[in-house]
């Protein structure tokens, strides 16, 4: 990511406020769609919506015909035999909502989006350069909405009873990225120009050192897909051993071993631990050099300050989880929190704009 364009500075102050305050809006949203993402995930209700229905699925079902008819279909798939069979509409009831409303979620941010970037255009508002980007996050989220649905269809083949790992981590990576997106234009609108600092060889580090925090954090969001969507936390609820040994006994019983790493539910838990404490001392270096750097002025400090309040939390939140064996409220929280933390980081690296290798 560069430095933001300067068109962003000839805007008006109050247009880059509001402009900036509805991508804020946009970027908060996406963390409620990650967090109801993660409810639908460990309750199992992502499957209970056999249809994927774009525009006429804004309207939950207004009768008992066509809660019949939803549960008719759930009743055809092997997750309801392997694991529901029995428990009746009002049981289909209680996990459809859970799906529902993640897809009315995300239907409700496409709304969001287009609706003011069609007015803030009409207006004269925003650049043609920046409409056109804003129109390309629309066109991403509707893509995400189609990757959600590849990902459902994968648990409705024989003997399933949820999705492929590699189809969740699809799904939630291309989450994350348009939030991305979406808070850096955000915070170059709001703050287009950078804070010039004076060259120094710890502020060059300190953000050499945020990038490979930000490096790590991606590597450590995928491998806690896979460690959700293979259920490998229910395994070894200890830390920071994992059954007496630092390193599970079955890390490589998988040929060849690169299916260790995506199928193998020991190596999976072990791989993400290990990705979490790397990026936590990373984190720890970056507050090591940035604060002991003057030149980077106070404003990046705190977002130093910030970064590293922000990976001791999720790191506590990593170990309840796993101690308290993944209950719903703390692996949600967990994967909400992720974010949180991936977009404080992307926040402190654009503090650090104005820090030129000297």
Not at 8 to 36: E, K, Q, T, V
Not at 54 to 77: D, K, M, N
Not at 125 to 132: E, G
Request: hydrophobic share 55%.
């Amino acid at each position: 990511m560069s430095s933001s364009p300067p068109r962003y500075a000839d805007m008006a102050p109050n247009h880059r406020r509001l402009i900036s305050n509805w991508l804020f809006l946009l970027c908060f949203m996406l963390l409620g769609m990650i967090a109801i993402g993660g409810v639908t995930r460990l309750t199992g209700s992502g499957l209970s919506i056999m249809d994927w229905q774009p525009v006429s699925g804004f309207i939950p079902p207004l009768s008992h015909a066509e809660w019949e008819r939803l549960f008719a279909l759930y009743q055809t798939i092997p997750q309801y035999h392997l694991q529901h069979e029995g428990f009746g509409l009002e049981g289909f009831q209680r996990i459809f909502w859970a799906e529902w409303i993640h897809r009315f979620w995300g239907r409700l941010m496409g709304l969001v989006l287009l609706l003011p970037l069609i007015w803030f255009t009409i207006r004269g508002m925003i650049t043609r350069a920046l409409a056109l980007r804003l129109f390309v996050f629309f066109v991403l989220g509707a893509m995400q909405g189609a990757i959600g649905w590849f990902m459902v269809a994968s648990g409705f083949r024989p003997d399933s009873t949820a999705v492929e790992p590699v189809r969740l981590v699809l799904h939630l990576s291309a989450a994350l990225a348009l939030y991305l997106a979406i808070l850096w234009t955000a915070l170059s609108i709001r703050w287009p120009t950078p804070q010039v600092v004076t060259p120094s060889a710890e502020g060059t580090r300190t953000k050499r050192l945020v990038w490979l925090a930000l490096c790590l954090i991606c590597i450590t969001i995928v491998a806690g897909g896979f460690t959700a969507g293979t259920h490998a936390g229910f395994v070894y609820n200890t830390f920071p051993l994992m059954d007496g040994h630092l390193i599970p006994a079955e890390y490589a019983r998988l040929s060849p071993f690169w299916m260790n790493l995506v199928d193998n539910k020991a190596a999976i838990q072990f791989d993400h631990r290990l990705l979490a404490t790397l990026t936590a001392l990373s984190i720890g270096a970056v507050l090591l050099f940035g604060l002991r750097s003057a030149t980077l002025g106070s404003k990046a400090h705190n977002a130093i300050m910030l970064l590293g309040w922000a990976v001791l939390v999720q790191y506590a939140l990593g170990v309840t989880t796993l101690l308290l064996v993944v209950p719903v409220w703390a692996g949600a929280v967990h994967q909400t929190f992720a974010a949180i933390l991936l977009g404080v980081m992307l926040y402190t690296l654009h503090c650090l704009r104005g820090q030129r290798a000297n």
